[in-house]
């Protein structure tokens, strides 16, 4: 898989998958829009691929390690949101 270069506000570089960067980038395309889990699988993966299920929860948590805990809101119940308000 790809990896991408993620530089976040204290300027140190990240490595992120393929994936974690689809996972973000979606998430920051529609800033304060929950995204349900399966709405992010869609995003994440072709029909042909059934990951398990809690892999959404492993890649966010990789995620707010990096960008913040607080930039990527969990709405329960319903899902996820950037909160661009940080």
């Given at each position: 898989?790809?990896?991408q270069?993620l530089?976040?506000?204290?300027?140190?570089e990240?490595s992120?998958?393929g994936t974690?960067?689809?996972?973000l980038r979606?998430?920051?395309?529609?800033?304060?829009?929950v995204?349900?889990?399966?709405?992010?699988?869609?995003?994440?993966y072709?029909?042909?691929e059934?990951p398990s299920?809690?892999?959404i929860e492993?890649?966010?948590?990789r995620l707010?390690?990096l960008?913040?805990?607080?930039?990527?809101?969990?709405r329960?119940?319903?899902?996820y949101?950037f909160?661009?308000?940080v």
């Amino acid at each position: 898989e790809n990896r991408q270069s993620l530089k976040i506000q204290d300027g140190s570089e990240h490595s992120l998958t393929g994936t974690e960067f689809r996972l973000l980038r979606c998430l920051m395309s529609r800033p304060g829009q929950v995204f349900s889990k399966e709405q992010l699988m869609e995003q994440l993966y072709n029909l042909s691929e059934s990951p398990s299920d809690n892999i959404i929860e492993a890649y966010i948590r990789r995620l707010r390690k990096l960008v913040g805990a607080n930039t990527i809101a969990t709405r329960r119940g319903q899902g996820y949101l950037f909160n661009d308000a940080v």
